[in-house]
């Protein structure tokens, strides 16, 4: 298989053994592109995957920097781009079918490219970028340079393509907008301009936009001021007020998902609510297409929403996510949908080949269709793709011709491993999560989430088959290995469970039994050497809570399955001392960990830190946990965690990690000598990895990136690989006669018939056993149990057949003793309550009642947390409300009834005022007091200036009684109706309110807000204290009522009358604040009272009623006066009504048998009862007039206090007219202070967009500046070139002066000749297919063109072609004249197309020029209006003004009733006359109006006039300051120099430098000096002793000396008085000769001065007089 890379990648190696891969399995996840007609590519983690469609042969191309990201390809080039997924990515091109590289592309793009695209025509390369860049980047990748780019923030882009009929054109596409970007270009230059589609409304329909800074159809309010803009409004004044619109205002649009071109350079795009629409590539104008409904629909088809487009003749074929792709065909604005063609997965993509012959067609599976055109359309699957990613890979044995995949659906492959074609399939149908071949046979087993272990038998690979299903437990298998010799399979389960079962199908694959492990099993390793007769077994287990890991190894002999029931108990757990098992941790984390063939050491890869480690068992055994610690550490150079692998005989030790890369090591010394990076990091590396028997064949599985990597060795010799052959060859002879006969036995195995769905669906039941039961409880048999549980169960069986007997007995033991319980119970009702026992105390399980107890005191608990939790919320909430809307408020709201009419006054409830309100207020108050004091002084000021004569003061009571009337006056000098309100009758001064005539400012406004704001204050605070009045009043009437109330029922009470007595209260509305305080009466639930305080309550009660009883039985006195007086001592008068006289004895008997002295009796009994009804009729009169009087008095007074409220309710009405009015006026103040702003705010925006577009007007002056002089440079070469054509054409016969001259006629016709070049037309058939035809405009057609040119020009300077009698010379350089000539008409032409485009360049941008330009002046109108209406809005003030309400009487009204003296007229002539007179009157307060203007301005011209007279003196004077101004040499020097700051810092660097120089010289002159001292140190000591020495010869010399003295002394002082003499001379001589030289200087010095004076006066500026 053939394969490329770049000269840096690829496997390395360190001692003459590398690796090379021979084919990459993958399924593409990205878009599949064709590199030709008959080839196709895809990315598939680090490597680009080629097909060849007829051969069906692979080629891959492999990604030096990690996985591969975007792909796109060029089909006339046959070249391949893709991007790398590093920081800062790079962008390779690769050539096609040679995979060598072009060119590789480096730009400034940080994360990632996210989109690439090749133009049809041209070397033009487009790359988009998304975060952070989010740049769109053209390439010329044949010159690897970026022609232009440009970033677009936040726009994420799904889908780029170029025009394939203009290169210049390129469409972007994302779920929420379409731009079209042209590129333009001007020589070399290229720019990007990009334009916005607008898409239609949801529906299909559009929207009519509005211009949002420039609207032209606001309505004009004539009453509130000038409409704005809703950007103004907003308070927007940058960029976003360009784009900004309210929320209801934005609509949902068509949400696009795909786009494709069409040959008229228009655009189809599909959208997600099932339209498709057309853009036109030079308006973009969008065009919703109608769909035309056939008679007989699609069923449940009718909403197609494309997935994908690709362009047809007469349409577009459409994909959705349905597997159907169909056929629009488009006609005149409308277009109908027919079924093409029906996959059986969702296509994702697709796309038409180079000759339009195949139609590729890819799902969102991953495989690949090609649809063949013809007579008979064919559709062939390219590419089968599984179902997901490879879980689990393993060799079928021995590993030299087939392997086998497991993905975690449960799909199961086996492939051919020379080229990975898929040999067979088999679908499980349930999550899969491992895959383990068995070295000893042609099976397999796969592990499940579910439990389950599937044994597969592959002795027939195309048809592999379910031989047997292990059901192990209810959690999911994690491990799945066989050991070496394929004796045992190790099953790992996420409980920490590890079965063993036999390996082989003769036994049935028999469960053995499992051992208990740590739960987190992290790897199982095993060792099964051919000469010995066990397997060591080792289980790598994490313990993330101590940061450690916990090896536990355990030894399986060979014959375990016959001995099985030996080794295992009841329940099938292995027995530890059977198995040795031993325990080891170590002090950190590994991530893998393998078992040294000798199994003497362990190899562990850390997870913390990347090094592997060896560590040495223990030779001694050991009980409990043993600490290992490494002896061997070795840096792995692998980043992430990593897993270790052996091989076949234990001598390479391989490493993978998460970087991605594949090491193999020596087991011994750990170090590398051989690694290939198959993966990368950023599909988070390898995730398992299978060698074969020989260690010949390598197979390597990505983790995230979907790859499977087949590699093999390229170079592999030594002694490893004899000892890897060597030990092959032994395992193979080892393992033939089992192989054999397992192999026969699965032959003959029949396939399991398990419905395999219904696996992935088991009932999770467990056997529950209980020793109070009578039977053991047993799931259905039609569910399976997993086989640990039949174990427990079994066990359970058999421990309940072998204590059956003791069972029984306890059971009856049990029986008795509940009915001895249930007789104790009975006896226990029977008993008194105080005698009784709580039902509990019968429980004999006290555990479980006290763990009900405490249950039931937790849910209370619980219970109880809840409801305190809610209350305090409810509190929390009821506080807050009550704080906002009563505590805070310093008069509480409440309400005033009436006694007897429906009447209610309510007060005005008020906040406190704030600080800052009371700072402002007197602030404004102070304001306004001085503006008063300063126009008093003012008006004081005038009259003292224009008085012709002077007056004295006044006195100071004068002055006093003129400031009342002042005030007097300000405050009576706003009438009501110009006021605007009444809150002059509440009292409230309104003295510093300004007029509403005079409030223009921002700032009156505001005071005049904060005044009207104290006003409404204190108008609610004068009706308050009216309320407060009141409300104490009614107090006052209820409690005399109450008072009277009292008189009143006493005298109903005595005359027995049935009247109800009114009793008037104070209702909630009228006490607000007793609805914040709960009464008993409104609480309907009983309170919950406990034991102790009912029986405390109980006691008392019993008490009280004890001690009154006392107190009844020993007051004998209270009895006696009851019995003789009636319980009282006089007689009262109001007691008469109820005296009664008693009736004599004898009134019982017969009249007849009474005595005269009992008829006496009966006659003074009579007198009595007649005296007593008289009294009883007189008190009782009384009492009735005193209580009509009492109602009397009660109904006067309410009825008053009735009135009163009226009049307060009239007061209130009243008051809250004058808040309502000053509301309002405040209301139109801030009306008016919102419109100031959003004037404002619209000036400001105008600003800023001219500000913004004066820059761009700068920008494109600029660009049209500088393609104005590219344009003529450009000329001026065309110009030249041309000139240099002519020339040539000219020059011609000069140059072939020397031959006769009909010879030059006829050479100058051939040179004139040139060959005719046929056009190179398509096939009819072609044409047909193609839609899109020959591209235009290609650079190549270009170069092909000039080419055959070139060649049909060396037909003509053939030797054939030469005239008879022309010398062979002469035609050699006429030939190469011609060609020159030719080559120089091709430069014309280019540099002709090149000036034409050029000027369509130029002619651009001055268009964009003017456009800009009548922005600004659009943008200069707007703001002169803009400024009209500001001061319109600020002359023109909204004024509120108080007018009577209701019908107006007209005084001395009298009716005429005679009009013989009238004249009937019609009523068009009173009108007419009305209207001239109107008009008169209009034109006549214009002319005012314009003559009020006229004056204005020559005001303001007089005004301007003596403002610039004063600026020209300002100016003179200026000058002649400037005039006089002292300038010195370095000041001229300032204004000189265009450049004086560079200058200085010039100057300053040299100085800077000079000083680094002098001060490297001091540095360098002082270790000199040093230098010189140590030397003169030396040469001081030798000096030293030569002194020594010298004044010991001086000694010897001072006796000479002494004698020449002597001698000298003897001669005399001739010679003595000669040399005095001498010196004498030599001084006088130097002191004239210096005397000569002071005189010297002293001239020169003098000459300087003048110089110096000179050149002084010559700076001096020259003063003239102005």
């Known amino acids: 298989m053939a394969q490329g890379r770049e000269r840096d990648e690829g496997p390395h190696s360190a001692g003459g053994s590398s690796l090379s891969v021979r084919w990459v399995q993958g399924f593409p996840k990205q878009n599949v592109h064709f590199v030709n007609d008959n080839t196709i590519c895809y990315p598939c983690g680090n490597f680009i995957i080629f097909i060849n469609i007829e051969t069906k042969k692979k080629t891959v191309l492999q990604c030096s920097n990690g996985i591969v990201g975007v792909v796109a390809t060029n089909i006339p080039y046959e070249v391949v781009a893709f991007a790398d997924r590093r920081l800062k990515p790079l962008i390779y091109i690769y050539s096609f079918p040679g995979l060598t590289r072009r060119t590789r592309l480096k730009g400034n793009v940080l994360l990632d490219y996210t989109l690439l695209s090749f133009s049809y025509c041209g070397t033009y390369l487009a790359s ?26 936040g726009m994420d882009v799904d889908q780029m393509s170029f025009n394939p009929m203009n290169w210049r054109q390129l469409c972007l596409s994302s779920p929420s907008t379409v731009s079209v970007w042209t590129i333009e270009r001007s020589n070399q230059e290229h720019y990007f301009k990009a334009r916005l589609v607008k898409l239609p409304l949801e529906d299909g329909s559009f929207f009519n936009e509005t211009d949002v800074v420039f609207p032209q159809s606001l309505p004009k309010d004539l009453i509130y001021g000038p409409v704005l803009p809703l950007s103004a409004i907003a308070g927007l004044v940058g960029e976003e007020a360009e784009t900004f619109r309210p929320k209801d205002d934005l609509y949902p649009l068509l949400h696009p998902t795909m786009h494709c071109w069409t040959p008229t350079s228009d655009l189809y795009i599909g959208c997600e609510e099932g339209h498709l629409l057309v853009i036109n590539g030079d308006t973009l104008k969008v065009t919703v297409l109608n769909k035309i409904e056939e008679e007989s629909p699609l069923d449940r088809r009718n909403f197609i929403s494309p997935v994908t487009l690709v362009y047809q003749n007469e349409g577009v074929l459409a994909s959705g996510i349905d597997g159907f792709v169909y056929s629009f065909i488009i006609k005149d604005g409308s277009y109908m949908i027919e079924d093409f063609l029906e996959i059986e997965r969702p296509v994702e993509h697709m796309m038409f080949s180079p000759n339009y012959t195949m139609l590729l067609i890819q799902t969102d599976k991953g495989s690949v269709y090609i649809y063949t055109f013809g007579e008979k359309p064919i559709l062939n699957k390219v590419l089968d793709a599984c179902d997901g990613n490879f879980q689990a890979i393993d060799f079928i044995t021995p590993g030299t011709q087939h392997f086998m995949t497991l993905t975690h659906s449960g799909e199961v492959c086996v492939w051919w491993l020379e080229d990975c074609a898929c040999v067979s399939k088999i679908y499980l149908n349930t999550p899969a999560t491992v895959l383990a071949c068995c070295p000893s046979s042609f099976s397999a087993a796969v592990g499940t989430e579910s439990g389950s272990v599937y044994f597969i038998s592959v002795y027939n690979e195309e048809s592999p088959q379910v031989v047997h299903e292990a059901f192990l437990s209810e959690s999911s298998v994690q491990h799945v290995v066989y050991d070496q010799r394929g004796i045992f399979l190790l099953v790992g389960t996420s409980e920490g469970k590890v079965f063993v079962v036999n390996a082989n199908s003769s036994s049935s694959f028999q469960i053995i039994g499992f051992t208990e492990v740590a739960k987190d099993i992290v790897q199982i390793s095993t060792v099964s050497l051919l000469e010995t007769d066990t397997v060591q077994v080792m289980v790598l287990s994490s313990l993330p809570e101590a940061g450690r890991s916990r090896l536990e190894m355990f030894t399986l002999p060979t014959l375990l399955s016959q001995v099985s029931t030996t080794f295992t108990d009841e329940r099938g757990r292995l027995k530890d001392e059977l198995i040795h098992k031993y325990l080891y941790e170590l002090e950190h984390t590994l991530s893998s960990a393998v078992l040294d063939f000798q199994s003497k050491q362990i190899h562990g890869f850390c997870s913390q830190v990347p090094y592997i480690c060896s560590y040495l068992l223990p030779k001694k055994e050991h009980i409990g946990i043993y600490i290992l610690k490494p002896y061997q550490k070795v840096q792995s150079r692998q980043y992430g965690p990593g897993i270790l692998y052996l091989s076949s005989h234990g001598l ?219 209350n305090l919320a409810k509190n929390y909430l009821a506080e807050l409300i009550k704080e906002e809307c009563w505590n805070s408020m310093a008069v509480k709201g409440r309400a005033l009834k009436c006694f007897h009419i429906p009447c209610v006054v309510e007060n005005f409830p008020m906040k406190a005022r704030t600080a800052e309100e009371l700072k402002e207020l007197e602030r404004v108050l102070q304001q306004k007091k001085t503006e008063a004091e300063c126009l008093k002084l003012r008006k004081e000021i005038v009259e ?44 409230v001064d309104t003295s510093f309110l300004s007029s509403q005539l005079e409030l223009h400012s921002r700032e009156e406004k505001i005071n005049q807000i904060i005044l009207l704001k104290d006003i409404i204050y204190k108008v609610k ?55 914040l305080v709960v009464r008993d009466e409104e609480i309907t639930t009983n309170k919950h009272v406990k034991p102790w305080h009912k029986a405390k309550a109980e006691l008392i009660t019993n008490r009280e009623t004890e001690h009154w009883l006392l107190i009844q039985g020993t007051n004998t006195r209270l009895q006696a006066l009851m019995d003789m007086m ?53 008190y009782r009169k009384s009492l009735e007039a005193e209580l009509k009087k009492l109602q009397n008095s009660i109904q006067e007074s309410t009825q008053a206090f009735d009135e009163h409220l009226k009049r307060l309710f009239e007061r209130r009405v009243k008051a809250e007219m004058v808040t309502n009015q000053e509301e309002l006026k405040i209301n139109n103040l801030v009306f008016s202070l919102l419109l100031d702003e959003e004037l404002s705010s619209r000036e400001k925006f105008l600003n800023n967009y001219l500000s913004r577009k004066q820059q761009e007007k700068s920008q494109t002056s600029e660009a049209v500046q500088k393609s104005r002089e590219d344009l003529d440079v450009y000329k001026e070469h065309y110009d030249n070139l041309l000139a240099e054509d002519k020339v040539m054409d000219r020059s011609f016969k000069k140059e072939f002066a020397e031959i006769p001259s009909h010879q030059v006629d ?26 899109f035809g020959e591209r235009p405009g290609s650079g190549k057609l270009n170069k092909d063109a000039f080419a055959q040119l070139m060649k049909a020009m060396d037909e003509l300077d053939n030797i054939s072609s030469m005239p008879e009698g022309l010398d062979p010379l002469v035609w050699n350089r006429f030939c190469m004249t011609r060609r020159a000539k030719v080559e120089n008409e091709q430069k014309v032409k280019q540099k002709a197309a090149g000036l034409l485009e050029m000027a369509a360049f130029l002619q651009k941008r001055v268009e964009e020029d003017e456009k800009v330009q009548q922005e600004i002046e659009r943008v200069f109108h707007e703001l ?87 600026e020209r003196e300002d100016l003179n004077q200026k000058a002649w300051d400037i005039q006089m101004l002292f300038f010195s040499r370095d000041r001229q020097k300032f204004l000189n120099e265009p450049n004086y700051e560079a200058l200085i810092s010039i100057q300053i660097g040299i100085m800077e430098q000079t000083i680094a120089v002098i001060d490297k010289t001091h540095k360098k002159n002082v270790e000199n000096c040093k230098k010189l001292l140590k030397k003169l140190g030396k040469v001081s000591n030798q000096k030293d002793i030569a002194n020594y020495t010298l004044s010991c010869n001086l000694r010897e010399e001072l006796v000479a000396v002494s004698e020449r003295k002597d001698i000298c002394n003897a001669m005399g002082s ?34 300087l001065q003048a110089e110096v004076e000179r050149l002084r006066m010559k700076t001096f500026p020259a003063l003239v007089q102005m």
Request: overall charge negative; charged content about 35%; proline content about 2%.
């Open 128 to 153: 988009y970028s998304s975060l952070p860049e989010f740049e769109l980047a053209l390439w010329n990748w044949e010159s690897n340079i970026i022609l232009c780019k440009k970033s677009q923030p």
């Open 652 to 870: 390479l030790l391989i490493t993978i990690a998460k970087c991605g890369i594949l090491c193999f090591r020596d087991v011994y010394t750990l170090e590398t000598f051989a690694w290939c990076r198959s993966h990368s990091h950023q599909g988070h590396g390898i995730q398992s990895m299978r060698i074969s028997m020989d260690g010949q064949n390598i197979l390597v599985n990505g983790r995230d990136d979907g790859t499977l990597v087949y590699l093999k060795w390229k170079r592999f010799g030594g002694h490893l690989a004899n000892d890897i052959l060597d030990y092959y060859q032994k395992l193979l002879i080892f393992l033939s006669s089992t192989m054999d006969k397992e192999n026969d036995y699965l032959s003959r195995t029949p396939k399991v018939s398990i419905d395999l769905a219904s696996n992935s669906e088991r009932t999770k039941q467990k056997a529950s056993t209980d020793s109070s039961q009578d039977e053991l409880v047993l799931t259905d048999v039609k569910k399976e149990i997993p086989w640990i549980q039949q174990k427990s169960q079994e066990a359970i069986k058999k421990e309940v057949n072998l204590f059956s007997k003791k069972r029984k007995e306890i059971k009856k033991g049990i029986k008795a003793l509940s009915k001895t319980i249930l007789n104790m119970m009975e006896e226990n009702d029977k008993l008194e309550n105080i005698a009784k026992l709580d039902q509990q105390e019968f429980g004999l399980d006290l555990e479980a009642l006290e763990r009900l107890h405490d249950e039931s005191q937790e849910e209370v608990a619980k219970m109880k947390k809840d409801v305190e939790m809610h």
């Open 944 to 987: 003292a200036q224009s008085g012709v004569t002077l007056v004295k003061k006044c006195h100071e009571e004068d002055d006093e009684e003129e400031e009342e009337e002042d005030k007097k006056v300000e405050c009576s000098n706003l009438p009501n109706y110009l006021l605007g309100s009444l809150s002059t009758d509440f009292g």
């Open 1021 to 1075: 605070t004068a009706f308050n204290n009216e309320f407060d009045a009141a409300y104490k009043q009614k107090e006052f009437e209820i409690a005399r009522v109450k008072e009277r109330n009292v008189r009143v029922r006493e005298i109903i009470l005595d005359l027995e009358l049935e009247e109800a007595v009114w009793q008037p209260e104070f209702e909630d509305c009228e006490k607000p604040e007793r609805t």
């Open 1126 to 1178: 009636g319980g009282v001592l006089e007689v009262k008068k109001e007691d008469i009504l109820r005296m009664v006289i008693p009736q004599p004895a004898f009134m019982a008997k017969p009249d007849a048998v009474w005595t005269e002295e009992e008829r006496k009796q009966f006659k003074d009994y009579e007198k009595k009862v007649k005296e007593l009804n008289e009294e009883r009729d007189k």
């Open 1306 to 1331: 006829i050479l100058y016709k051939l040179f004139k000749r040139r060959p005719r070049i046929p056009k190179q037309k398509m096939h009819s058939d072609t044409t047909h297919v193609v839609p």
């Open 1424 to 1510: 002169i209006l803009l400024q009209d209406e500001k001061v319109r809005f600020q002359l023109n003030l909204t004024i509120q003004i108080l007018l009577k309400q209701g019908q107006v009487e007209l005084e001395n009204f009298q009716l005429v009733l005679e009009y013989a003296d009238a004249i009937l007229i019609n009523k068009n002539i009173i009108e007419d006359l009305n209207s001239v007179i109107r008009t008169q009157g209009q034109k006549k307060i214009a002319s005012m109006m314009e003559s009020k203007d006229v004056h204005k301005r020559i005001f303001q011209i007089e005004w301007e006039h003596k403002k610039m007279e004063m």
């Open 1614 to 1647: 001739k010679l003595t008085c000669e040399k005095i003499a001498k010196e004498r001379y030599e001084n006088m001589m130097q002191q004239q000769k210096l005397t000569n030289i002071s005189k010297q200087q002293a001239e020169e010095i003098s000459v």
